[in-house]
């Protein structure tokens, strides 16, 4: 059974860094990339990082280019560093994969809640 499991998320201050993590597991996951999304309250999920099976290409959303940096820990581990966290970025954010020939995620994680005071 494929699992994706994020942690890291947590309450931090307005300015502040914190690292969520993803390891999956369940099957291989050679070929695939992985990218976070995040889900606000009443609104829509979002794309938030990308990076590829090699780790040499990522994407960014415009919002969180400069300040988010995804990571390829290993084969099955993703990792998501941010910095300068702001009042719009509290969601719970997701892990997710997909082969990079493809379109469409087909793994998702549970999701880690991540909220910022001001």
Not at 63 to 89: A, H
Request: hydrophobic share 30%.
């Amino acid at each position: 059974q494929v699992q994706l499991v994020e942690s890291g998320g947590g309450l931090v201050q307005a300015g502040g860094s914190l690292r969520l993590s993803c390891a999956a597991s369940g099957r291989t996951f050679t070929g695939y990339g992985m990218a976070w999304f995040r889900q606000a309250p009443g609104k829509e999920r979002e794309f938030v990082a990308r990076i590829t099976w090699s780790g040499y290409n990522r994407y960014y959303a415009d919002s969180v280019k400069g300040r988010f940096t995804i990571y390829r820990d290993n084969t099955t581990n993703t990792s998501l560093q941010m910095n300068s966290l702001k009042p719009e970025d509290p969601a719970v954010y997701y892990c997710a994969a997909r082969h990079d020939t493809l379109g469409t995620y087909d793994s998702w994680g549970q999701g880690t809640q991540v909220t910022v005071s001001s």
